[in-house]
């Protein structure tokens, strides 16, 4: 089994309740939802990588709204931290989950989140049983792109490994330089994640304020994976307009 889990919280600290804004008539969660319901397998969907997809919430407002567009959704703890630590929640809590595959995180923020990403990076753990984690990165030319401290950049090796993540521009900004924003999605071995919420966090994890950096500095590999197109998240309430209009 592969298991997609979208970790769903209220109280986010740059947006609050933006899972809940409305766009264009659905809610973000709600369009996270089925753009990733894509890569679920159907009847005549069989070659899609996901075999279910649920969401995790530490709200009844997300709840009660997940269910009445027909999302499977478990409540996790308040005390969760970020979306790592609600999904380890969730399998601590069902057991039966843990022993899936792979399980991939799907941030609720991504309401454009296309198919061949999710495909992506499950095919990437599906080819290479070594490897623990994958995650995708996308090419990327602008320059205000490039300085924005929201995208995240990644640099890895010749064999597609992840060497860091930053919120700065990493290599430095110069002409001819190729960058590479990080797509916040990724499949775990489960053993893996549960065993990951075991080591403690770091110290660049916390001055960049980026999970992954946790995964790097006690020592284990991110595969990279990289896809043709990105799909922009929603991090601040302007961001609801730019992806309506994409949209249109």
Same mark, same amino acid.
């Given at each position: 089994?592969v298991i ?7 109280? &986010? @600290?740059?947006f609050?309740a933006?899972?809940?804004? /409305? ?13 990733? $319901?894509?890569?679920v $397998?159907?009847?005549?969907?069989? &070659?899609?990588?996901?075999?279910a997809?649920i969401i995790? #919430?530490?709200?009844? %407002?997300?709840y009660?709204?997940?269910?009445? +567009?027909g999302? #499977?959704?478990y409540?996790? *703890?308040? @005390?969760?931290r ?7 929640a969730?399998?601590? !809590?069902?057991?039966d989950?843990? $022993?899936? !595959? ?6 609720g ?5 296309? %198919?061949?990403?999710?495909d ?5 753990l =599906?080819? &290479?049983? =070594?490897d623990?984690?994958?995650?995708p990165?996308? =090419?990327?030319?602008?320059?205000? !792109?490039i ?7 990644c640099v890895?090796?010749? !064999?597609?490994?992840?060497?860091y +993540? &930053?919120?700065?521009?990493i290599? #430095?900004?110069r ?5 590479? =924003? ?7 071995? *489960? ?11 770091? /110290? ?27 799909? /922009? ?7 609801? +307009? ?7």
């Open positions: 089994m997609g889990i979208i970790p769903a919280r209220y109280a &986010s @600290s740059r609050p933006k899972m809940l804004a /409305p766009i264009h008539g659905k809610t973000l969660l709600q369009r996270t939802y089925e753009s990733a $319901k894509e890569s $397998k159907t009847g005549v969907n069989t &070659s899609a990588s996901l075999d997809l995790a #919430t530490d709200d009844e %407002r997300i009660a709204h997940a269910q009445e +567009f999302a #499977t959704c409540m996790t *703890p308040a @005390s969760c970020d979306g790592t630590e609600r999904i380890v969730l399998l601590n !809590e069902h057991p989950l843990a $022993k899936s !595959e792979i399980i991939v995180n799907i941030q923020d991504r309401p454009c989140i296309a %198919r061949e990403t999710i992506s990076v499950v095919h990437a =599906k080819s &290479s049983p =070594k623990v984690v994958a995650t990165v996308v =090419k990327m030319t602008a320059p205000h !792109e300085m924005n401290p929201a995208s995240v950049k890895f090796t010749k !064999e597609k490994y992840a060497l +993540f &930053s919120r700065s521009p290599p #430095t900004m002409e001819g330089v190729a960058y590479y =924003k990080h797509v916040g999605i990724y499949a775990y071995r *489960p053993a893996f994640l549960l065993e990951l919420a075991t080591l403690p966090h770091t /110290p660049l994890q916390q001055y960049e304020d980026l999970e992954q950096l946790k995964v790097l500095e006690h020592g284990y590999a991110i595969k990279v994976v990289e896809v043709a197109g990105d799909d /922009p998240s929603v991090d601040y309430p302007e961001d609801i +307009f730019k992806i309506e209009k994409l949209l249109c």
